[in-house]
């Protein structure tokens, strides 16, 4: 049995490798049980966790003026934002989101991009020739700023101008092709990568490096909705099929951007299965149905819709209970109040995620 190679690239703030990839095979996990043909992520496929957190951390720690002003140069406007930052570095609390987030963005805009994509194709390059040697396909799931920084190795990679630092070429031949690429929350398209991803070999067909594209974003991820990808008219010898540019609206939490959040939508995670196992993943209709109705149950979206189904069709009567001598309200009342709290519920807690930000 096939064992796909899943090759996993983190987004902006800090990351550990088994939390990441716990967000990326719960979803997953929690999908495929629906569905007969296939098994668990978790135990069926080989990981492969790609990071550069440590590179930003050295960075950050060691921001000064000389840092400063070469970003500055290459970033214009941005001097006063980026002195802001560097000011936060020396505070006590220099690991809030805006300090992870916005400085990881801004130091991959700068010189330092040469440095992550080198340390990230190494990595790479390595689970390539362990899924190649295997004889297996290859899959790269990419989230947020990982999107950025994984189309730029790629396209340097595919295109042979990578090197390391001692100026030898990372990878020149041999290179497979990459069964499908998964761009979660994409910001591929913000002026942040150094090729457009409209032009370079990021993409399937005859002219791209893999077979499936799939690029996902939710409409009020801010992250991701800054600027939309949107390929247009540059992809004309893409098949029909290769590439799916996903929307998703479903709300189960504030942090819609959370990698786990995609991947519990059924847009998502059926997409995704199609790339991973091909012809051998053969959803049933029920087996269909039943997932996006669990999922459903989840969301704001899908719980108010039950919840207004049952005000319309419940009947609220007060009877007397003689064996408790008391009234009480039959039970479709009841049930429709315990509906009413957990939603109430739900939206409490989401509202108190946002203010915690």
């Not at 840092?67 to 505070?91: C, H, R, Y």
């Not at 490096?209 to 008219?233: E, Q, W």
């Not at 429709?336 to 989401?350: A, E, G, M």
Request: charged share 20%.
């Amino acid at each position: 049995m096939a064992t796909p190679h899943i090759v996993l690239i983190h987004g902006m703030g800090e990351h550990r490798k088994e939390d990441f990839q716990k967000t990326f095979t719960d979803p997953l996990d929690k999908a495929s049980k629906h569905f007969d043909s296939i098994g668990k992520i978790s135990e069926t496929c080989k990981l492969h966790y790609i990071s550069y957190n440590e590179i930003f951390n050295q960075l950050r720690m060691n921001a000064d003026k000389a840092a400063i002003d070469s970003m500055a140069s290459q970033f214009p406007g941005a001097p006063s934002l980026i002195t802001k930052i560097n000011d936060i570095n020396n505070s006590a609390d220099s690991k809030n989101f805006f300090y992870t987030h916005i400085m990881d963005v801004l130091l991959y805009r700068s010189y330092f991009a040469d440095r992550i994509q080198v340390s990230v194709a190494k990595q790479l390059v390595k689970a390539m020739k362990e899924a190649k040697n295997a004889g297996e396909e290859l899959h790269i799931v990419c989230h947020s700023l990982g999107t950025a920084v994984m189309h730029d190795t790629l396209h340097k990679l595919y295109t042979h101008s990578l090197r390391d630092e001692t100026g030898v070429q990372l990878l020149s031949a041999g290179l497979n092709k990459i069964k499908s690429i998964t761009m979660i929350a994409n910001v591929s398209q913000l002026p942040i990568t150094e090729s457009t991803p409209y032009t370079s070999v990021v993409k399937p067909g005859p002219e791209g490096i893999c077979t499936y594209f799939m690029t996902c974003r939710h409409i009020l991820d801010p992250i991701a909705s800054y600027t939309k990808f949107h390929v247009g008219n540059n992809w004309p010898m893409v098949p029909s099929g290769s590439f799916k540019n996903i929307k998703i609206k479903g709300v189960e939490r504030a942090n819609v951007h959370d990698l786990d959040h995609y991947l519990a939508d059924p847009k998502v995670f059926l997409r995704f299965f199609i790339q991973l196992f091909d012809i051998t993943f053969f959803p049933t209709s029920s087996e269909v149905k039943a997932a996006e109705a669990e999922h459903l149950a989840t969301i704001v979206q899908g719980r108010f819709d039950k919840l207004k189904e049952s005000i319309e069709d419940c009947e609220i009567s007060l009877h007397w209970d003689s064996d408790e001598n008391e009234f009480s309200f039959n039970p479709h009342t009841e049930s429709l109040y315990k509906q009413l709290v957990d939603f109430y519920t739900h939206l409490k807690q989401i509202a108190s995620t946002v203010d915690a930000t």
